[in-house]
T-cell receptor, first 113, second 114 residues
Framework: DVKVTQSSRYLVKRTGEKVFLECVQD?????MFWYRQDPGLGLRLIYF???????EKGDIPEGYSVSREKKERFSLILESASTNQTSMYLC????????????FGEGSRLTVL | DAKTTQPPSMDCAEGRAANLPCNHS???????VYWYRQIHSQGPQYIIH???NNETNEMASLIITEDRKSSTLILPHATLRDTAVYYC???????????????FGKGTLLTVNP
């Protein structure tokens, strides 16, 4: 089975801190994604990556950056966390030949105080 | 991507079939119907997708009407673990690298009761 692992299920950070959210997939997928999920707003795409060292902005990239140095790992970085970045963050991956599905991790719930 | 309409909530008795409807009257000819579900505090899980024909896998069946304006996801023997929010999504098939967006609406909260 495909496994997408997010490093932390729950994090609490302070305003202004630099935050790293890590995502690792074990199926050699080319594409990886970071979404955030907020009540009433559904899932919104922050960034995605076609392949190693490739990245593209999604719908809400402001305040975030990403890193994809290795194929299996896609990191989301909050350079200076703010309270409006309190959210559930979801990582997903898919192989480039697949037409059907994204494989999601279990999510990381970030609270910024 | 075409807009979808789902009931906000449904109940189902354990062991019975759960039939979740989705309306997508503006669907285009090249758009697929995808179903995902999200159990509380977990990431979304892919269930099934289809274009025209009915589809079945180990999790569920997908019935698409002939005019493709609506579909039904069927869980043949619902269990308590099937309690989740079910999302119906209509979009073109994932293909090349630029085709990445997956827009989740509010979905249907299915509650399976003992």
């Amino acid at each position: 089975d495909v496994k997408v692992t997010q490093s932390s299920r729950y994090l609490v950070k302070r305003t202004g801190e630099k935050v790293f959210l890590e995502c690792v997939q074990d199926m050699d997928h080319e594409n990886m994604f970071w979404y955030r999920q907020d009540p009433g707003l559904g899932l919104r795409l922050i960034y995605f990556s076609y392949d190693v060292k490739m990245k593209e902005k999604g719908d809400i990239p402001e305040g975030y950056s990403v890193s994809r140095e290795k194929k299996e790992r896609f990191s989301l970085i909050l350079e200076s966390a703010s309270t409006n970045q309190t959210s559930m963050y979801l990582c997903a991956s898919r192989p480039i030949k697949n037409t059907g599905e994204l494989f999601f991790g279990e999510g990381s719930r970030l609270t910024v105080l | 991507d075409a807009k979808t309409t789902q009931p906000p909530s449904m109940d189902c008795a354990e062991g019975r079939a759960a039939n979740l409807p989705c309306n997508h009257s503006t669907i285009s000819g090249n758009e697929y119907v995808y179903w995902y579900r999200q159990i509380h505090s977990q990431g979304p899980q892919y269930i099934i997708h289809g274009l025209k024909n009915n589809e079945t896998n180990e999790m569920a069946s997908l019935i698409i009407t002939e005019d493709r304006k609506s579909s039904t996801l069927i869980l043949p023997h619902a269990t308590l673990r099937d309690t989740a929010v079910y999302y119906c999504i209509v979009r073109v098939a994932f293909s090349g690298g630029s085709n990445y967006k997956l827009t989740f609406g509010k979905g249907t909260l299915l509650t399976v009761n003992p």
